[in-house]
């Protein structure tokens, strides 16, 4: 297969798993689960449980509409957990290029007659004698890591907890559709932190694409809100609960874009391969969510969930167990996010970060498509073509893109002045941490060739 043919695959799989990524989460909290409530008589209507509790009561406040003993899978800290152990997965790529790398490297050694020592991946990686040594090639790191190379990932793995769980809340209130187009506002954050703390400078066009931006994403927020008033979803939702879901998604992005910016700002120097960094921000994660952040939110958080928690763990991994169904929307879930990771890394490594952002325009018509199909075909999932509301979504979607076209300099304005070239990687802000660092390495490795 010719480089050309394996780009397109990653590409498409970039496309494909993302779009999966998002219509999963938002169908797995369409799905009833038998709740651990089912045979008990714990104010069973305030938990949120539907059907008749063991004192004879109906009850009519349910959050939505489940058979009896069973209420939506509405557990966005769950979901949480779920993404960082599918970024948790990227650490299984990093440790196959290290041996990869580390046995290349010996079988070179061992030609020039020298004797080599190949260590496995894991004692490799705890190993502080391989943090020293300087080599042109930026395949080095993957020799040079130790454990205190991941020690630096925490504080982004906290605004990743922050800007997912967010971002879970808000599409429980919102369609999947509207929640991947408000993900555009993330540039809006990106560039102002980007002034305030790595002094970067905006020029003409990147205001005219902010400012197109903002107005896309308000259209985009207005025509979810009139569409919610009009029940183009199997969930008929208010209007204000769709306004709040907005704007825990639009939240959410400045917690991403707070991420990046520290990424930026502490690890772009580092040469630390983008595998790694995503893989030990899902470790560190993990760990924050099964010490500290499930315990809070179960025991000393009051809510609505099973046991009149703010979200029951147990509850969820007992609706897991009891519904294949969502089951299997939660491992989709799961299981696009490591493959879109890995594909992303790969897109940015052989192509640039304008391709994924086309890919990413592109990842928001396929879930608004086949959302929509999923309405017209099921009696469960997806959302209804509203003429009220679905025109002025994809108006302010256009206008947004065309905000981000122009802030990324793929659609150069004439009347516009642009940085000289040989600033343009240090003013271009790259949209995740992969390319940030993909970047550096390409910088690093053309200095050395010269």
């Given at each position: 297969m010719d480089n050309k043919c394996f780009q397109i695959l990653l590409v498409i799989g970039m496309?494909?798993?993302?779009?999966?990524?998002?219509?999963?989460?938002?169908?797995?909290?369409n799905t009833c689960g038998v709740s651990i409530l089912r045979d008990k008589d714990v104010t069973a209507c305030a938990a949120g449980y539907c059907g008749v509790g063991a004192d004879g009561r109906t009850c009519t406040n349910c959050r939505e509409a489940c058979p009896g003993g069973m209420h939506r899978f509405d557990k966005p800290w769950t979901q949480t957990l779920v993404m960082f152990s599918g970024e948790f997965m990227c650490l299984l790529i990093f440790f196959?290029?290290?041996?990869?790398?580390?046995?290349?490297?010996?079988?070179?050694?061992?030609?020039?007659?020298?004797?080599?020592?190949?260590?496995?991946?894991?004692?490799?990686?705890?190993?502080?004698?391989?943090?020293?040594?300087?080599?042109?090639?930026?395949?080095?790191a993957y020799a040079t890591i130790t454990w205190k190379s991941s020690l630096i990932c925490v504080f982004p793995a906290m605004c990743d907890i922050g800007g997912t769980t967010l971002s879970g809340?808000?599409?429980?209130?919102?369609?999947?559709?509207?929640?991947?187009?408000?993900?555009?506002?993330?540039?809006?954050?990106?560039?102002?932190?980007?002034?305030?703390?790595?002094?970067?400078?905006?020029?003409?066009?990147?205001?005219?694409?902010?400012?197109?931006?903002?107005?896309?994403?308000?259209?985009?927020?207005?025509?979810?809100?009139?569409g919610a008033d009009n029940g183009s979803t199997k969930e008929t939702k208010a209007g204000s609960l769709v306004l709040i879901g907005n704007i825990m998604v639009i939240l959410s992005q400045l917690m991403s874009?707070?991420?990046?910016?520290?990424?930026?700002?502490?690890?772009?120097?580092?040469?630390?391969?983008?595998?790694?960094?995503?893989?030990?921000?899902?470790?560190?994660?993990?760990?924050?969510?099964?010490?500290?952040?499930?315990?809070?939110?179960?025991?000393?958080t009051p809510g609505l969930d099973g046991g009149g928690s703010h979200e029951n763990p147990i509850d969820a991994v007992h609706m897991l167990g009891?519904?294949?169904?969502?089951?299997?929307?939660?491992?989709?879930?799961?299981?696009?996010?490591?493959?879109?990771?890995?594909?992303?890394?790969?897109?940015?490594?052989?192509?640039?970060?304008?391709?994924?952002?086309?890919?990413?325009?592109?990842?928001?018509?396929?879930?608004?498509?086949?959302?929509?199909?999923?309405?017209?075909?099921?009696?469960?999932?997806?959302?209804?073509?509203?003429?009220?509301?679905?025109?002025?979504?994809?108006?302010?979607?256009?206008?947004?893109?065309?905000?981000t076209f122009i802030y990324y300099k793929v659609v150069k304005l004439p009347f516009c002045s642009y940085e000289p070239e040989e600033n343009v990687a240090d003013n271009i802000k790259l949209k995740d941490t992969d390319e940030l660092l993909l970047d550096d390495q390409r910088r690093r490795r053309t200095a050395s060739q010269q």
């Open positions: 496309l494909v798993t993302g779009s999966i990524n998002t219509v999963s989460k938002k169908m797995g909290y196959y290029k290290r041996r990869e790398y580390l046995s290349r490297q010996s079988s070179e050694t061992l030609n020039d007659g020298m004797q080599a020592t190949l260590l496995s991946p894991g004692s490799q990686m705890f190993s502080p004698t391989h943090s020293k040594g300087k080599q042109a090639d930026a395949n080095e809340i808000g599409l429980l209130f919102t369609t999947a559709s509207v929640f991947q187009m408000l993900r555009g506002s993330i540039i809006i954050f990106t560039a102002v932190l980007s002034v305030i703390f790595l002094g970067r400078k905006l020029w003409g066009y990147h205001y005219i694409g902010l400012f197109l931006t903002v107005i896309g994403v308000t259209i985009v927020g207005l025509s979810s809100i009139i874009a707070t991420q990046m910016v520290v990424e930026e700002k502490f690890l772009k120097g580092r040469k630390l391969p983008p595998e790694f960094v995503v893989g030990c921000e899902g470790m560190f994660g993990i760990l924050v969510m099964l010490c500290v952040v499930l315990p809070t939110v179960g025991n000393l009891s519904n294949v169904k969502l089951l299997t929307f939660v491992l989709m879930y799961w299981i696009s996010i490591a493959f879109y990771n890995f594909c992303g890394l790969a897109v940015a490594k052989s192509l640039s970060s304008v391709h994924r952002c086309l890919v990413d325009a592109c990842r928001t018509i396929l879930v608004l498509s086949v959302d929509l199909i999923l309405f017209y075909t099921t009696s469960q999932y997806g959302e209804k073509w509203n003429e009220k509301s679905s025109y002025l979504q994809l108006i302010g979607f256009a206008i947004m893109i065309c905000g």
